[in-house]
T-cell receptor
Framework: DAGVTQSPTHLIKTRGQHVTLRCSPI?????VSWYQQVLGQGPQFIFQ???????GRGNFPDRFSARQFPNYSSELNVNALLLGDSALYLC????????????FGPGTRLTVT | GQNIDQPTEMTATEGAIVQINCTYQ??????LFWYQQHAGEAPTFLSY????GLEEKGRFSSFLSRSKGYSYLLLKELQMKDSASYLC????????????FGGGTRLMVKP
């Protein structure tokens, strides 16, 4: 079975631009969470979606938004990119929002110049 | 709020034992996680402790003391491939898998 997949793998954007990152959860998993990991730090929680609804939001500005589709895949959108948005963006999927086992995708490395 | 602290870096010798500590302050308690993350890769699940005590899984063990807000990950018979970052994490509030992570402990295993 395929694990969590994310696209693109790497991305370079300019300040002020917007970006869309994509995540496909493990088949049968209905919950998707997004994390931002700045180099040298632990991941920081951004959003969790379950059954296409936002179930949790971390301490990130409104420039960050996400959605989940009927097939449970998800997109993370970031507008008005700042240099500080450069990070590894991780997607994690789990069966449901309360299930402790979650599996992380390989991440998207975003560089903002 | 939540606060999770762990050492930034540790070095150990191949074949030895290393203990990575984590202290946490959370509003409510819903377990404590440990993840392993090799450089440039995704975190992978190691353990989840809800009750006090030591849980052993092969070369890796995890300990929890809820009264002290303290956990540790014990790695035995260290191998070079154990060089990685080890992340301590706790659920945010009552949500089982919306996690707050510590900064991670970068472990370097030397021959």
């Amino acid at each position: 079975d395929a694990g969590v997949t994310q696209s693109p793998t790497h991305l370079i954007k300019t300040r002020g631009q917007h970006v869309t990152l994509r995540c496909s959860p493990i088949s049968g998993h209905k919950s998707v969470s997004w994390y931002q990991q700045v180099l040298g730090q632990g991941p920081q929680f951004i959003f969790q979606y379950y059954e296409k609804e936002e179930r949790g939001r971390g301490n990130f500005p409104d420039r960050f938004s996400a959605r989940q589709f009927p097939n449970y895949s998800s997109e993370l959108n970031v507008n008005a990119l700042l240099l500080g948005d450069s990070a590894l963006y991780l997607c994690a999927s789990s069966l449901d929002r309360g299930h402790y086992e979650q599996y992380f995708g390989p991440g998207t490395r975003l560089t903002v110049t | 709020g939540q606060n999770i602290d762990q050492p930034t870096e540790m070095t150990a010798t191949e074949g030895a034992i290393v203990q990575i500590n984590c202290t946490y302050q959370t509003s409510g308690f819903n377990g404590l996680f440990w993840y392993q993350q090799h450089a440039g890769e995704a975190p992978t699940f190691l353990s989840y402790n809800v009750l006090d005590g030591l849980e052993e899984k092969g070369r890796f063990s995890s300990f929890l003391s809820r009264s002290k807000g303290y956990s540790y990950l014990l790695l035995k018979e260290l191998q070079m491939k154990d060089s990685a970052s080890y992340l301590c994490a706790a659920p945010r509030g009552n949500a089982g898998n919306m996690l707050t992570f510590g900064g991670g402990t970068r472990l370097m295993v030397k021959p």
